[in-house]
């Protein structure tokens, strides 16, 4: 197993050690702190996750939206968000940032306003609140893809993506944007 399906497995472990221990807060003082606090959101969680592995990625939804590679990214509203999700979902690995534009909250599907970690098999790690999390979702079977107007997936753990598969998925599904590391 290679060093980053280790680095993988360890991030999507901590958040499952931890599955509804923390209460949802947005509390910047306590939500990057969570073993401490006992508190903390979607964004936080992810972020304590990626810590756990003396990796630094940004403290929000919006923020993580930018980290890592894209893998893929969906802009084509409500209506068939989900479809276009199962059709890349073979390319996501454990430990793949799903981050969201919900059509309400902040930016209103305008913003990337919440973010979820790919677990594998159709379910992602997920705390969206109220209530004590994170928990493990299938993706399909939530409100969160049928609700988004948008989403893109980040690989913050990258190995090797060969370009001959991505051109080949980018002519497949035109209206997603795939990029390697190096652009």
């Known amino acids: 197993m290679s060093k980053a399906d280790n680095e993988r497995r360890a991030v999507v472990a901590w958040l499952e050690r931890r599955l509804s221990k923390f209460r949802y807060s947005n509390n910047w003082s306590t939500k990057f702190n969570a073993d401490v606090s006992g508190e903390t959101d979607c964004s936080g969680a992810t972020f304590c996750a990626y810590q756990s592995i003396g990796r630094t990625i940004g403290r929000m939804s919006y923020n993580q ?21 199962n059709k890349i979902k073979a390319l996501l690995k ?16 305008k913003q990337y306003n919440h973010v979820d970690m790919w677990r594998g098999n159709d379910y992602a790690l997920d705390h969206g609140g109220p209530g004590m999390g994170p928990t493990i979702r299938n993706v399909f079977n939530t409100w969160l893809l049928p609700r988004a107007a948008g989403w893109t997936v980040r690989r913050i753990i990258t190995d090797t993506i060969e370009q001959t598969e991505i051109k080949e998925l980018t002519m497949k599904y035109d209206y997603i944007v795939f990029e390697t590391a190096d652009g």
Request: glycine share 22%; net charge neutral.
């Open 94 to 109: 454990p430990g793949d940032l799903i981050v969201y534009k919900l059509t309400y909250g902040l930016g209103a599907g």
């Open 65 to 85: 939206a930018t980290n890592g590679i894209n893998i893929a990214t969906y802009n084509g509203g409500t209506a068939g968000s989900v479809a276009a999700f």
